[in-house]
């Protein structure tokens, strides 16, 4: 599984971004996809997760309310969309694959998926 991610950019507090994740290769064996991000100086942490099939997701505490995560199957395609984003949402974002848990809330750790794509780097100035 190949996945790419894409969107970020430099945005002002209050405002919104919108990032992708194109998943190619053996996608048939994805169960779940996860977002994660990356501050500098910091540890990976969890963004958010949903199944495949979009059936079910999962959120941070720190984004819930403020983030919405979506599959788009025939596109092969997860998307986060971000809203109300605030300094401390700067991060390198990445997009990661799971193919073996399908209990999205259960998939909060880096070390659970199989699969990462390069990141993308969100700013968001105050």
């Known amino acids: 599984v190949q996945l790419q991610a894409f969107g970020g950019g430099l945005v002002q507090a209050g405002g919104s971004l919108r990032l992708s994740c194109a998943a190619s290769?053996?996608?048939?064996?994805?169960?779940?996809m996860g977002w994660f991000r990356q501050a500098p100086g910091k540890e990976r942490e969890f963004v958010a997760a949903?199944?495949?099939?979009?059936?079910?997701?999962h959120y941070a505490d720190s984004v819930k309310g403020r983030f919405t995560v979506s599959s788009d199957n025939a596109k092969s395609t997860v998307s986060l969309q971000m809203t109300n984003l605030k300094p401390e949402d700067t991060a390198v974002y990445f997009c990661a694959a799971d193919p073996t848990r399908i209990i999205v809330s259960a998939i909060r750790r880096a070390d659970q998926y199989d699969y990462w794509g390069q990141g993308t780097e969100v700013t968001v100035s105050s």
């Open positions: 290769g053996s996608i048939f064996s994805i169960n779940a």
């Open positions: 949903i199944r495949w099939s979009g059936t079910s997701t």
